[in-house]
């Protein structure tokens, strides 16, 4: 299993930024650029939601309708890394944000970072 850890989580306001990260580690039989990644969300009280996915090779991304144009997600193979850069914040925005590797159906997931969005 792949081993991810999500970090920059914070509360903010709305209409600010925040970058997400996760590291991977713990790689067996293949490396990070092996695996597709993705970011999920968790708001209370409501279903784990998908807000963002990158290929690979880091050249096709697809977006939630209700992030689109805001969020940005986007790796680093070199560092096996995975971020989501979040601006224009809402309320809506808020929950627990988890990123997920994915390869030949396998999945592994981090233990999220919570994304408070207040005013």
């Known amino acids: 299993q792949v081993h991810l850890v999500e970090s920059g989580g914070g509360v903010v306001q709305p209409g600010e930024s925040l970058r997400l990260s996760c590291a991977a580690s713990g790689f067996t039989d293949f490396t990070f650029s092996s695996y597709a990644m993705n970011w999920y969300r968790q708001a209370p009280g409501r279903e784990r939601e998908f807000v963002a996915a990158?290929?690979?090779?880091?050249?096709?991304?697809i977006y939630a309708g209700s992030v689109k144009g805001r969020f940005t997600i986007s790796r680093d193979n070199d560092k096996n890394m995975t971020y989501l850069q979040m601006s224009s914040l809402k309320l809506g925005d808020t929950g627990v944000y988890y990123c997920?590797?994915?390869?030949?159906?396998?999945?592994?997931w981090g233990q999220g970072t919570q994304v408070t969005v207040s005013s």
């Open positions: 990158i290929t690979r090779a880091g050249d096709n991304t």
């Open positions: 997920d590797a994915v390869r030949d159906s396998r999945r592994s």
